[in-house]
C-alpha cells in the first residue's frame, strides 16, 4: 500500500529528526517553566528526560540520529498534563501528583530501553524485553522517590513531605511504587508491539551513524 507524503515525513530520518527536536525544544520550555514556578524537582526531572533524549545526537554527533518522534511525544506526556490539566482529579487521585509521577518514570525507562535497542548492539528478546522495561520503570520509580525526599529535606520542597501523617505519606508512596509497576508494564507491551514493529527507529536512523 502506497505511503501518503505525511506519513513518509514522519517516518523518514529527517521528519523523524525535525519532530523529535520539536517534542525537545516543547520539553526543554516545559522544564524552564516548572523551575520559574519554583517546581525545582519536576523541573530537574523534566530536564533529565531531555537529556536522556540528547544522548544520541550528542554521541554520534549527528542531529538526525533521533529516538523515535513518538517516544519523546510521550515523554513529554507528564508535562503536558501538568500543563493542561494542572489540580485536575480523577478517582480522588491528583493527576499532577501520583499520575504525572509514574507516567512519568515509565517515559524515562521506554527512553533508555529504546536508546539501548536503536543505538548499541543490544538486542532484547520479546519477553525480556517488556520485563526490563517494568523493571527499569520500578527502578527509576525508587530513584525518584529518593529524590522527592532529598530535595524536600535539603532544599525545602514539599515533594513528598508535605505535612502529611508519616503513615499516609509511607502508605501513598507504596501505592506510587504499585502504578509504576503498571505503567511499566505497559511500557514494556508498548514498546515491544509498537515501538520495535511498528514505529521501527532503528529504519530512521542513518546506519553509517549508528555504527560509527
Not at 527536536?21 to 524552564?32: D, G, Q
Not at 531531555?50 to 523515535?68: C, E, G, I, S
Not at 536508546?115 to 527502578?139: I, W, Y
Not at 525526599?149 to 499516609?168: I, K
Request: hydrophobic share 55%.
Amino acid at each position: 500500500m502506497r505511503r501518503s507524503g505525511l506519513r513518509r515525513f514522519v517516518e523518514g530520518r529527517r521528519g523523524n529528526a525535525l519532530l523529535g527536536w520539536l517534542v525537545v525544544a516543547f520539553l526543554t520550555a516545559a522544564a524552564l517553566g516548572e523551575l520559574r514556578a519554583g517546581e525545582r524537582v519536576w523541573g530537574g526531572f523534566i530536564l533529565g528526560v531531555v537529556v536522556l533524549a540528547l544522548v544520541p545526537p550528542a554521541r554520534f554527533r549527528d542531529a538526525t540520529a533521533m529516538l523515535p518522534w513518538e517516544v519523546l511525544a510521550m515523554a513529554s506526556l507528564p508535562a503536558v498534563g501538568r500543563a493542561v490539566v494542572a489540580g485536575e482529579t480523577v478517582v480522588g487521585v491528583t493527576f499532577t501528583g501520583r499520575v504525572a509521577t509514574y507516567l512519568g518514570v515509565a517515559a524515562a525507562a521506554l527512553i533508555v530501553a529504546v536508546e539501548l535497542d536503536v543505538f548499541t548492539p543490544v538486542r532484547m528478546g520479546r519477553s525480556f524485553a517488556v520485563l526490563f522495561v517494568t523493571v527499569t520503570t520500578m527502578a527509576a520509580a525508587g530513584v525518584w522517590a529518593v529524590v522527592r525526599y532529598a530535595a524536600d529535606t535539603t532544599l525545602g520542597t514539599a515533594s513528598l513531605l508535605d505535612g502529611r501523617p508519616e503513615h499516609v505519606v509511607e502508605t501513598t508512596l507504596m501505592w506510587d511504587f504499585v502504578a509504576a509497576t503498571v505503567a511499566g508494564a505497559l511500557a514494556g507491551v508498548l514498546f515491544e508491539y509498537y515501538v520495535r514493529r511498528r514505529a521501527d527507529g532503528a529504519a530512521r536512523v542513518d546506519v553509517e551513524v549508528a555504527e560509527r
